[in-house]
């Protein structure tokens, strides 16, 4: 049992290895129990405010689901329609929700605005994506490798692609875990230097390694999982065109595959562009775990909200 109750989720580089290794357990067991149809109410009379301010399926879904099944309420707030996309300041939107709330989901660009939203808000914040980090979708992603390959520690993962949000969060939960994680992009797409620098010195605590090439013949070999994402993260779309050419040789394709482990994984955050990132063959082939961690969204993402609105 971990205390982390009114704790905010804005990066996994806040949290330790026992925590993360907890809120894993913890999405396992009401994994088990959603299959087991065990009614599980510990949100009742609670409420998650969710504000988007860009598109998703799998963040909303999940969340709004999840909350519902743990007894409690997911209030879905458009940022084009509360007071926030008129100019309302964060400060006083949070100062205004903690008064009605007891905690709020947001996805936005900056990481800035989303420290911001926590640091005035007297309930839980929980970051749902920004430009720089998505821990959500990595305490899945870790669920999901543990669930299919029995362990983290001593787990390689190749990511292959731009150095984005999902990069950052994966160099921040491999490093915390103990994996061996190397990020393959191309030159100007490059992880944030700061976060590989954190990630390296959580890593040199946990037995991990975390590494950044640009060579990916070299970086797959010996690879337990190889994980992709878009080429173009949502607000880059006008830079589709030339990302298109800067990434042609770090498609995950069938050729590349071959060459990780015979029983490595494929992984993508998704939503995917077939043909770009990933061919239809690997993604839709039996190495692919795409739809197993998209569910995991749900199973960690309630935990998550258990333990830190919950006793
Ligand atoms: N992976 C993920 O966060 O998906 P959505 O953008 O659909 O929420
Ligand atoms: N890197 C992608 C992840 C989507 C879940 C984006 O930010 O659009």
Known sequence: QQELKGKD??????????????????????KKQQKDRVIFEPLKGKTLGMIFEKSS?????SFETGIYQL???????????????????????????SGYLDGIMIRTFAQEDVEEL????????????????????VLADLQTIKEVKGKLQGEKLVYIGDGNNMTHSLMIGASLTGMHMVAVTPDGYTPNKEVLTKA???????????????DVETAVQGADVLYTDVWASMG?????????KDFENYQVNERLLEKAKTDAIF????????????????????????????ENRLHAQKALMTALMTD
């Open 9 to 30: 989720f804005l990066t996994l580089a806040d949290y330790t290895k026992d925590e993360i290794e907890y809120l894993i357990d913890l999405a396992d067991y009401l």
């Open 57 to 61: 399926t799998r963040t909303r879904v």
């Open 71 to 97: 007894g409690g309420l997911g209030i879905f707030l458009s940022s084009k329609d509360i007071q926030i996309g008129r100019g309302e300041s964060i400060a006083d939107t949070a100062k205004v929700l």
């Open 118 to 137: 926590a640091k005035h808000a007297s309930i839980p914040v929980i970051n749902g994506l920004t430009d720089l980090y998505h821990p959500c979708q």
């Open 200 to 214: 390296k010195s959580i890593a040199d605590q946990h037995g991990a390694i975390i590494d950044w090439t640009t």
């Open 236 to 244: 880059q779309e006008e830079e589709q065109q030339q990302r298109e």
């Open 267 to 294: 992984m993508h955050c998704l939503p995917a562009h077939r043909g770009e990132e990933v061919t239809t063959g690997v993604i839709d082939g039996k190495q692919s775990v795409v739809f197993q961690q998209a």
